[in-house]
């Protein structure tokens, strides 16, 4: 019952290819373990749950893991980005693009030029 609300959480642990993934339904509450990829992975899973569930959800228990604490996220670039755009995804504001660059200089000379399939480390901030 609470695996059918909460299908759109499980699916994106999938989606992201979470690791160690458990599920269990225990006395009303849905307990998920696993561990993502980067800290932007397990704040998209948990952004998802308070979706589904809301804000403070008392159905639902998840024990998320980060595997890679020493940046927030790993971007593959694709065609028409930049990293203004790319920062406004991930920290809300396009002028920490600065912060990207400095952490990708290198493989980046220059802030205004990337490739595609690059992929760029997204600084925890």
């Known amino acids: 019952m609470l ?9 994106l642990g999938q989606a992201l290819e979470i690791k160690d993934g458990d599920v269990q339904e225990e006395n009303g509450v849905l307990k998920v373990s696993g ?9 998209t899973l948990w952004d998802k749950i308070k979706e589904v569930g809301g804000e403070a959800p008392s159905d639902i228990q998840a024990d998320i893991k980060v595997e890679d604490t020493s ?5 593959t670039v ?6 203004s755009k790319i920062a406004k995804h991930y920290y809300g504001d396009a002028m920490k693009y600065k912060e ?10 220059n802030p205004d030029i990337i490739h595609p399939d690059q992929v760029l480390v997204i600084p925890n901030l």
């Open 35 to 43: 561990t993502a990829k980067t800290q932007y992975e397990k704040n």
């Open 3 to 11: 695996q059918s609300k909460y299908k759109e959480v499980l699916d």
């Open 78 to 83: 694709k065609s028409g980005e930049s990293l």
């Open 100 to 109: 990207i660059f400095s952490a990708n200089t290198s493989i980046l000379k």
């Open 71 to 75: 940046v927030f996220h790993r971007h």
